[in-house]
């Protein structure tokens, strides 16, 4: 039987296969795509090496694209067929059923399954890192931070991935809202691996949670070679890096980094960063039609059937901004069906149900002018978005969404909560400041309008200075 980098039993690895194994994780924590290449010579080594599959496993079902989920399922379930499951140890077999929950759509059970993984065994890299994905893919912040925070005790800081334990702890912090704490344990997980792309982005969610696009942009442009390629993750780090420039109100700039960097997405991540970038521009009237039209063109087949109700919210976006109403209303009917069916366990189901298909009824409502419809359909579930999924900063936009539809329709009394709400929590950002002042405009107060206006200009020019 051969151990693990991080000291755990497997069973079923040849050497070799061993090696390619441990490989794969630090791969797979640094984000690059080499971990695909690593765990398939894990399984060239050593076919049935439980662990190994796993593994492949976990990388094909936390892309949320359909086409890899169904690969996955196919090949890990001809796995299971040829092993005998009850002569694994416990925490392989523990493994297995996770697996077999996320294969079921039970993303909860996944991650509670690799939850107790991580009591009893608190230094599985892998059990860790899942379950920090599927933490984040269900919007749960509380295990963002707690699944991460229990382990960590079992680690030391000579362990060559203690740094990126750290980098997933802070991203935890940041979403629970830990703002101080998340700086200092993202800056020293940083410090501990200058290339670890997940510990920059804790640092660069806690700067944008608190309006510090300032500090935000110096950060990026201080590390760009650490951040900026050789990871799958590089058109998600681009994105943060346009939210501060948008914050900055350099238009410009967001469109060049998009026409470079994000106009050619090859995956459900990536079409969905450029979605939301263009949709924060749309919403304050910006014309990206042509840009529009090229990303809708990308998402068919990708939500051809439901999976992951977040990507589906980027791709009736992406209809709506290119004008293509008919395929936001189709894809909203299929989504009616699907919920109309009983998927017992299927996470995806309640996450559509609850919180998808208002969010893109709401959308297309936006895309049609009916903005008293969008109020009405946000501003109930305002609280719960976070139900399928994704961070504080990528949910904004249906915040936004809601506060300019209310702006719009004339719905001066939500639109006066929402704008208190947001200018009270950062009193720092421009964004929040202008719309106190759109608000102001739409009751008549020009000079709080203009005063506002001044605040914001302000806000800019000594963010940008410091």
């Given at each position: 039987?051969?151990?693990d980098q991080?000291?755990?039993a497997?069973?079923?690895?040849?050497?070799?296969?061993?090696?390619?194994?441990?490989?794969?994780i630090?791969?797979?924590l640094?984000?690059r795509a080499e971990?695909?290449?690593?765990?398939r010579?894990?399984?060239?080594?050593?076919?049935?090496f439980?662990m190994?599959?796993?593994?492949a496993?976990?990388?094909?079902l936390?892309?949320t694209?359909?086409e890899?989920a169904?690969t996955?399922?196919?090949?890990?379930?001809?796995?299971?067929?040829?092993?005998?499951?009850?002569?694994?140890?416990?925490?392989?077999?523990a493994?297995l059923?996770?697996v077999?929950?996320?294969?079921?759509?039970?993303?909860?059970?996944?991650?509670a399954?690799?939850a107790?993984?991580?009591?009893?065994?608190?230094?599985d890299?892998?059990?860790?890192?899942?379950?920090?994905?599927?933490?984040?893919?269900?919007g749960?912040a509380?295990?963002l931070?707690?699944?991460?925070?229990?382990a960590?005790?079992?680690w030391?800081?000579d362990?060559p991935?203690?740094?990126?334990?750290?980098?997933?702890?802070a991203?935890?912090?940041?979403?629970?809202?830990?703002?101080d704490?998340?700086?200092?344990v993202g800056?020293r997980?940083v410090?501990?691996?200058?290339?670890d792309?997940?510990?920059i982005h804790?640092?660069?969610?806690?700067y944008?949670?608190?309006?510090?696009?300032?500090?935000?942009?110096?950060y990026?442009?201080?590390?760009?070679?650490?951040w900026?390629?050789?990871?799958?993750?590089?058109?998600?780090s681009?994105?943060?890096?346009?939210?501060?420039?948008l914050?900055?109100g350099d238009?410009?700039?967001?469109?060049?980094i998009?026409?470079?960097v994000?106009s050619?997405?090859?995956?459900c991540?990536?079409l969905?960063?450029?979605?939301?970038?263009?949709w924060?521009?749309?919403?304050?009237?910006?014309?990206?039609?042509?840009?529009?039209?090229?990303?809708?063109?990308?998402?068919p087949v990708r939500?051809a059937e439901p999976?992951?109700?977040?990507?589906d919210?980027h791709?009736?976006?992406?209809?709506?901004g290119?004008g293509r109403?008919?395929d936001a209303?189709?894809l909203i009917a299929?989504r009616?069906a699907y919920?109309?069916e009983p998927?017992p366990?299927?996470t995806n189901?309640?996450m559509?149900?609850r919180?998808?298909?208002?969010?893109?009824?709401?959308?297309?409502?936006f895309?049609?002018?009916d903005?008293?419809?969008?109020?009405?359909?946000?501003?109930p579930i305002?609280?719960?978005?976070?139900?399928?999924g994704?961070?504080?900063?990528?949910?904004?936009?249906?915040?936004?969404?809601?506060l300019?539809?209310a702006?719009?329709?004339?719905r001066?009394?939500v639109?006066?909560v929402?704008?208190s709400?947001?200018?009270?929590?950062?009193?720092?950002?421009?964004y929040?400041?202008?719309?106190?002042?759109?608000?102001?405009?739409?009751?008549g107060?020009r000079?709080?309008?203009?005063?506002?206006?001044?605040?914001?200009?302000?806000?800019?020019?000594?963010?940008?200075a410091?």
């Open positions: 039987m051969t151990q991080h000291g755990l497997m069973t079923g690895a040849g050497s070799a296969a061993a090696r390619h194994y441990d490989r794969a630090d791969e797979l640094h984000f971990v695909d290449a690593e765990a010579a894990a399984l060239a080594e050593s076919p049935d439980p190994g599959n796993v593994l496993a976990y990388l094909g936390l892309t694209e359909v890899d169904r996955a399922r196919v090949r890990f379930g001809a796995f299971r067929r040829r092993i005998d499951e009850s002569r694994l140890p416990p925490r392989e077999r493994h059923a996770a077999g929950a996320l294969l079921d759509g039970d993303f909860l059970t996944c991650g399954r690799l107790e993984i991580t009591v009893a065994h608190p230094r890299a892998l059990a860790l890192a899942a379950g920090h994905q599927i933490d984040f893919f269900t749960d509380r295990m931070r707690d699944r991460i925070g229990g960590l005790s079992a030391r800081e362990d991935h203690f740094g990126h334990l750290l980098g997933m702890y991203f935890g912090l940041e979403e629970a809202g830990h703002y704490r998340s700086e200092e800056l997980a410090e501990l691996n200058r290339r792309v997940w510990g804790a640092v660069v969610h806690t944008e949670m608190q309006g510090r696009f300032g500090d935000g942009l110096r990026l442009d201080a590390r760009v070679p650490d900026s390629t050789g990871t799958f993750f590089n058109v998600h681009w994105w943060h890096y346009c939210l501060y420039a914050e900055a238009v410009d700039r967001v469109l060049a998009y026409d470079a994000m050619d997405g090859q995956s991540m990536e969905l960063d450029a979605a939301a970038l263009l924060r521009l749309h919403l304050e009237g910006s014309d990206q039609t042509v840009r529009w039209r090229a990303l809708a063109d990308a998402w939500v999976f992951y109700a977040f990507n919210m791709a009736v976006m992406s209809y709506v290119a109403l008919y209303e189709k299929g009616e919920v109309r998927h366990g299927v189901h309640d559509t149900l919180v998808g298909l208002p969010v893109c009824r709401a959308i297309t409502a895309g049609r002018g903005y008293a419809a969008v109020v009405d359909l946000l501003y305002r609280h719960r978005v976070g139900e399928f994704g961070s504080h900063a990528q949910r904004d936009a249906v915040q936004r969404t809601l300019e539809a702006l719009r329709s004339g001066h009394d639109a006066r929402l704008v709400e947001r200018v009270n929590v950062r009193p720092c950002s421009p929040n400041w202008l719309k106190q002042a759109a608000l102001a405009e739409s009751a107060d000079a709080a309008a203009a005063l506002a206006r001044r605040q914001a200009a302000t806000l800019t020019r000594t963010a940008l410091d």
